[in-house]
């Protein structure tokens, strides 16, 4: 059999997509050998630090220190504990960047690297603009890059071939790609609209049954739907950072103040004004009248209200519109994502991809995908 093809990575960020993307990596180790791939990964760092094999260029993390890495962190403590294991060098914090950037310039051109981001945060821009650079591969379920400034997005796509950030809209499911392949044959694409946020889809349609918002809000809460602050999912944020990577997707040269963003909120109830409990237990009940009057407003024109981006021309939008019935967004019941995507080859009936759009086992699960789908770039 001919020799293994070897795939490098490091993972930036080990909370619940990056543990998940370690455990599908251990669990696809047969299957990825009949293909004849082995994923190697030499480090892996959170916000605090950073652990790297001790020879990046031949030597790895194997399967059982990848499952301390998960331990440790399931537990709430420190990757610094796992410098006691051997075959790995730790770094701190303010080593961390630097020293992912000096392992980028070694592998890089020599055997390929994989810089994976899996974090939430927005400071790993830096980081994945130079090793771009340095000729590595930069796989991404973190939003926050791609919507920095245009500058940074440039960078960070100026090798198509080395990006692939699937899991950024949508999770799993194949938005990003179903997007480029339409681009690439030159197809014009008029029109993108969609529900891509499983709690504010959810919101939408129980409030559509004639439920108020606020209850549907505080069971949504408690059923583990939306962010410990229910404010960060109602204020539209996570879904314009998606509506503003699909808008560059399609050339738009724009930033998140070029977006029309409704909150499901008023600021008088913002976070800085109102303690979440305070939010849930008064302020959100002042709101039920104002969406049970646009539901019933609706309903008499045969339509129904989604929370959906939508980006047609010059426009791009983020906030509540009216939808008919029978479309695929209004159809469309719970917490799954759905895409309307209207082009030249998909005019009368829209292209359409629906299914679970959140879950750290699909978002990982699009990562994998993301990583084995660049295998031809690596020797
Ligand atoms: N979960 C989903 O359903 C879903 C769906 C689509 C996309 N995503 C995206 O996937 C990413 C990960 O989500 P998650 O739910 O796994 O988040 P999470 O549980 O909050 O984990 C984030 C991880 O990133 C680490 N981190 C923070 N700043 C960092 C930095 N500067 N450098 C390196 N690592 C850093 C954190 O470190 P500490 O452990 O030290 O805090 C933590 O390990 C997010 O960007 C999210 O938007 C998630
Ligand atoms: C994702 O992982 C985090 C951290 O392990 C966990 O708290 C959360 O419940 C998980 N989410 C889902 C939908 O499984």
Do not use: W
């Not at 606020?214 to 950072?241: C, F, H, N």
């Not at 309903?299 to 695929?328: D, F, H, T």
């Amino acid at each position: 059999m001919a020799a293994m093809k070897n795939i490098p990575l490091i993972l930036m960020g080990c909370g619940g997509v990056g543990r998940q993307l370690l455990q599908h990596i251990v669990s696809c180790r047969s299957l990825h050998a009949k293909l004849g791939i082995h994923l190697r990964v030499v480090g892996v760092c959170d916000s605090k630090s950073l652990v790297v094999a001790s020879d990046v260029l031949s030597k790895e993390l194997n399967d059982n220190f990848l499952s301390e890495v998960c331990r440790v962190k399931v537990d709430g403590s420190s990757l610094l504990t796992l410098g006691g294991l051997g075959e790995c060098q730790v770094f701190k914090n303010s080593e961390l960047k630097e020293k992912v950037i000096g392992v980028a310039s070694v592998m890089g051109k020599s055997t390929g690297l994989a810089v994976v981001d899996c974090s939430a945060s927005s400071e790993t821009v830096g980081v994945l603009t130079r090793v771009v650079d340095l000729g590595c591969c930069i796989v991404l379920a973190n939003k926050k890059p791609l919507t920095s400034t245009m500058e940074d997005y440039y960078k960070l796509v100026s090798h198509p071939r080395r990006i692939r950030h699937e899991s950024t809209v949508g999770a799993g499911l194949p938005v990003i790609s179903s997007l480029n392949r339409i681009l690439l044959s030159g197809d014009p694409i008029h029109r993108i609209i969609g529900s891509l946020s499983g709690t504010l889809g959810y919101v939408m349609s129980e409030v559509e049954d004639g439920k108020p918002l606020s209850q549907v809000v505080r069971a949504a809460k408690s059923l583990g739907y939306t962010e410990p602050d229910p404010r960060d999912d109602l204020s539209g944020m996570d879904v314009a950072r998606k509506a503003l990577i699909l808008a560059r997707l399609l050339g738009k040269q724009i930033n998140m103040d070029n977006i029309r963003i409704e909150s499901l909120y008023p600021e008088e109830m913002g976070p800085n004004v109102m303690s979440v409990e305070d939010f849930l237990s008064t302020g959100i009940l002042l709101l039920d009248n104002d969406i049970q009057e646009r539901v019933r407003k609706a309903s008499l024109n045969g339509n129904v209200l989604r929370y959906v981006c939508m980006i047609e021309g010059s426009r791009c939008e983020v906030g509540i519109q009216e939808l008919p019935k029978n479309s695929a967004l209004g159809r469309l019941r719970g917490s799954d994502n759905v895409l309307e995507i209207f082009s030249r080859c998909y005019s009368e009936q829209p292209l359409v991809i629906q299914g679970a759009g959140a879950g750290n086992d699909t978002t990982a699960a699009g990562v994998l995908a993301d990583i084995l789908d660049i295998q031809d770039l690596f020797p």
